[in-house]
């Protein structure tokens, strides 16, 4: 319940157009399971389009390039503007949910968003004000699914914006 609530209340804080806005939340006493309430992206997630055998239409080169930009606005409002800076940890394709843009999209003429979701393992870095000096925080578990994890991670326990970066290259 105690990730949860923090997950909530980060989510909360979070205004960005390429990061999912929570709407709400239930926990507490007399709540059996506890739930995020999130806008609705009628997209469903970068993983699902992926998917050949879930998606009848494919994603064009111009939509990748739309999702690609959209993550990495969400990313690096989370690592350089939000307060305090947010490592996600978790970016993959089923964490990259799609929706329609408003209006004309992104000014492409694209009407597709891409916005970053799931804040479960995110890691919130009020020290990390990269500095050459420390720009990482140590940890004793690596957090995320492996294969968008860097190899250095799980040797060294530094997590810092570079686990993102890594795990944005890889999608």
């Not at 389009?49 to 999702?67: G, Y």
């Not at 843009?101 to 009407?111: C, F, L, R, S, T």
Request: charged share 20%.
């Amino acid at each position: 319940e105690a990730t949860f609530r923090c997950e909530a209340e980060l989510l909360g804080r979070l205004r960005h157009p390429n990061i999912v806005a929570l709407l709400g939340h239930c926990v507490g006493a007399g709540v059996e399971r506890p739930c995020l309430v999130c806008e609705f992206m009628e997209g469903a997630s970068l993983k699902d389009r992926l998917d050949a055998s879930q998606s009848a239409v494919a994603l064009t080169w111009r939509e990748r390039h739309t999702i690609a930009s959209d993550v990495a606005r969400g990313l690096a409002f989370l690592h350089t503007e939000a307060d305090p800076l947010i490592i996600h940890q978790d970016v993959k394709p089923a964490n990259i949910l799609l929706g329609a843009a408003p209006g004309n999209g992104n000014g492409n003429g694209i009407g597709l968003v891409a916005k970053l979701a799931d804040f479960g393992i995110s890691r919130v870095v009020p020290e990390l004000v990269a500095t050459a000096a420390k720009s990482y925080v140590k940890t004793q578990h690596a957090a995320g699914t492996p294969i968008y994890m860097p190899m250095e991670l799980h040797r060294s326990g530094r997590v810092s914006v570079k686990v993102d970066s890594y795990a944005f290259g890889i999608v």
